[in-house]
T-cell receptor, first 114, second 108 residues
């Protein structure tokens, strides 16, 4: 059982380049998320998808776009990368477990923008 | 708006000492509170949730609605407890909001 799989694990971009981070889950979860992790700032939500075909902005959506391709996949796109987007990106998925939500995370993508 | 605050970015204790990681939240309703942990070079994983009233790896956390806190405690810290700990909040099964995280180091 792979859980949540992110690709790539590492990436270096030049300012202005574009790229797409891929995420897939095999747990049949409805909800999927993209977070960025920065020192001293914790995990901040970029975008959220409650179900296939729906997406919502999180705390820090500027500079990003997302696509919920199907129930399994949720991609994050940087159209024109900036140094401020240097971060570790985590994809997660969740499903209601009775009365509460447990999230499962990917292994992360370490992105450096130079 | 819901918010989670972890006032300590870094916490260092000696092996065998008690440890408490603080978490405060602001939300007007009845939230669900969680602690997630990230060990070195591993992915985030759920440690415990308040609704289960469970003890995982010796850790417990009590939800104090009066103080809006959900502090994580362990009476005797172990070196393998060294990790980044995140407090998180959700309500009605909606998206998770995380705190800033506390890096715990347990020294030998």
């Amino acid at each position: 059982n792979a859980g949540v799989t992110q690709t790539p694990k590492f990436q270096v971009l030049k300012t202005g380049q574009s790229m797409t981070l891929q995420c897939a889950q095999d747990m049949n979860h409805n909800s999927m998320y993209w977070y960025r992790q920065d020192p001293g700032m914790g995990l901040r939500l970029i975008y959220y998808s409650a179900s296939e075909g729906t997406t919502d902005k999180g705390e820090v959506p500027n500079g990003y776009n997302v696509s919920r391709l199907n129930k399994r996949e949720f991609s994050l796109r940087l159209e024109s990368a900036a140094p401020s987007q240097t971060s570790v990106y985590f994809c997660a998925s969740s499903a209601l477990q009775g009365r509460y939500t447990e999230a499962f995370f990917g292994q992360g993508t370490r992105l450096t923008v130079v | 708006a819901q918010r989670v605050t972890q006032p300590e970015k870094l916490l260092s204790v000696f092996k065998g000492a008690p440890v408490e990681l603080k978490c405060n939240y602001s939300y007007s309703g009845s939230p669900e509170l969680f602690w997630y942990v990230q060990y070195s070079r591993q992915r985030l994983q759920l440690l415990l949730r308040h609704i289960s009233r469970e003890s995982i790896k010796g850790f417990t956390a009590d939800l104090n609605k009066g103080e809006t806190s959900f502090h994580l405690k362990k009476p005797f810290a172990q070196e393998e407890d060294s990790a980044m700990y995140y407090c998180a909040l959700s309500f009605s099964g909606s998206r998770l909001t995380f705190g800033e995280g506390t890096q715990l180091t347990v020294n030998p």
